[in-house]
């Protein structure tokens, strides 16, 4: 069964630091981006950022840009990202989600499959 988990959330005060995880199981991610995609209750889903298959290309949304940092591992299956300086305006359900492309990514949730539960970001004091 094709599966992804996230973890690593939490509450944190403004300016900490997370780190997401989001691990597969059941397939390889060696052939799929993966893109990491949060909603706050209210607003529409939002594309953080994304990483290609290999992880030679990367996206971020502006929001975020200069303060999260994704990366893969793909000998332990895992794409991380590593989230720092944060701000109450990051708290959110952030989830984690497959796209079968070789080389590059997006943050078009639309072209993502295969999703995973989520894990819940809070950010306050």
């Known amino acids: 069964q094709l599966q992804l988990v996230e973890s690593g959330g939490g509450l944190v005060q403004p300016g900490g630091s997370l780190r997401l995880s989001c691990a597969a199981s059941?397939?390889?991610?060696?052939?799929?981006?993966i893109g990491w995609f949060r909603q706050a209750p209210g607003k529409e889903r939002e594309g953080v950022s994304c990483?290609?298959?290999?992880?030679?290309?990367?996206n971020y949304a502006d929001s975020v840009k200069g303060r999260f940092t994704i990366s893969r591992d793909n000998a332990k299956n895992t794409v991380y990202l590593q989230m720092n300086s944060l701000r109450p305006e990051d708290t959110a359900l952030y989830h984690c989600?497959?796209?079968?492309?070789?080389?590059?990514?997006?943050?078009?949730?639309?072209?993502?499959?295969?999703w995973g539960q989520g894990t819940q970001v809070t950010v306050s004091s």
């Open positions: 059941g397939f390889t991610l060696d052939y799929y981006a």
């Open positions: 990483i290609s298959s290999r992880g030679g290309s990367t």
């Open positions: 989600a497959s796209a079968r492309t070789i080389g590059w990514c997006t943050v078009d949730n639309t072209a993502y499959d295969y």
